[in-house]
C-alpha cells in the first residue's frame, strides 16, 4: 500500500516568515495530493490540492508543488499569521480515492 | 460546500459494549464513505473504505469483526464498534466523496471513551 511520510513534525516560524512543509509518497499510481489543515478538535479542512498533470498551485499565500518522479510535494505558506497555527497533514490517494495521509506537521506561528 | 455529519459527537460506553457512529451526508450522494480512526497528537488512519451497496474493503491490520461498516445507502454509513475496550478509545471520522465532487469531505468526528 502506500505509505506517505511527512517532515517536520513540528515547525515554528515567526509571523511574516515562511512556512514549508515536505511530503514523499510510494506508490506511483497515485495521482492525488491534497493538504489539509485540522484545528484541535475539528475535522480536517481543505487548503490546497494537485493532481499529478501539475507540477504546481498557489492560492494566495498557500502553495503546492509536486515532482512526481521524485515522488515528493511540498506544502508553502508565505506570510505567516498566528492563525495559521494548526497541524497540517498531507494525503496521496489513487484513482479508487483511498487516502493516505502523512503524519501532521504542527505549526506554530509566534507573533 | 458539501456538508457531512457525524452522530453521536461524543460517546462515553462500558468496556464490553458496542457503539454505533452514524455518518451522513446532508447535501449530496456519497458514492464513497471512508472511516478513519485518529489518536491524539497522530495522523488519520485510514481503517476501511465503502461503496454504497456493498461490502467495505479494511485496510491492513483493522478487524473486519470488530469494526463493522454498513453502507446501506448513498447518504449513510454506519461504523459499530463491537465489543469495545479501552484501546478503541479515539477519534473516528468520516468522510464521503460524492458524484460529481471533486474533493472529500470530512464530518466533524466522534470521540469514543470506553471506559
Known amino acids: 500500500g502506500e505509505n506517505v511520510e511527512q517532515h517536520p513534525s513540528t515547525l515554528s516560524v515567526q509571523e511574516g516568515d515562511s512556512a514549508v512543509i515536505k511530503c514523499t509518497y510510494s506508490?506511483?499510481?497515485?495521482?492525488?495530493f491534497p493538504w489539509y489543515k485540522q484545528e484541535l478538535g475539528k475535522r480536517p479542512q481543505l487548503i490546497i490540492d494537485?493532481?499529478?498533470?501539475?507540477g504546481e498551485k498557489k492560492d494566495q499565500r498557500i502553495a503546492v508543488t509536486l515532482n512526481k518522479t521524485a515522488k515528493h510535494f511540498s506544502l508553502h505558506i508565505t506570510e505567516t499569521q498566528p492563525e495559521d497555527s494548526a497541524v497540517y497533514f498531507c494525503?496521496?490517494?489513487?484513482?479508487?480515492?483511498?487516502?493516505?495521509f502523512g503524519t501532521g506537521t504542527s505549526l506554530t506561528v509566534i507573533p | 460546500g458539501a456538508v457531512v455529519s457525524q452522530h453521536p459527537s461524543w460517546v462515553i460506553c462500558k468496556s464490553g459494549t458496542s457503539v454505533k457512529i452514524e455518518c451522513r451526508s446532508l447535501?449530496?450522494?456519497?458514492?464513497?464513505m471512508f472511516w478513519y480512526r485518529q489518536f491524539p497528537k497522530q495522523s488519520l488512519m485510514l481503517m476501511a473504505t465503502s461503496n454504497e451497496g456493498s461490502k467495505a474493503t479494511y485496510e491492513q491490520g483493522v478487524e473486519k469483526d470488530k469494526f463493522l461498516i454498513n453502507h446501506a445507502s448513498l447518504t449513510l454509513s454506519t461504523l459499530t464498534v463491537t465489543s469495545a475496550h479501552p484501546e478503541d478509545s479515539s477519534f473516528y471520522i468520516c468522510?464521503?466523496?460524492?458524484?460529481?465532487?471533486?474533493?472529500?469531505?470530512f464530518g466533524p468526528g466522534t470521540r469514543l471513551t470506553v471506559t
Open positions: 494525503a496521496a490517494a489513487n484513482t479508487g480515492n483511498q487516502f493516505y
Open positions: 506508490d506511483s499510481a497515485s495521482n492525488y
Open positions: 468522510s464521503a466523496w460524492g458524484r460529481g465532487e471533486n474533493e472529500q469531505y
Open positions: 494537485i493532481r499529478s498533470n501539475v
Open positions: 447535501d449530496f450522494q456519497a458514492t464513497t
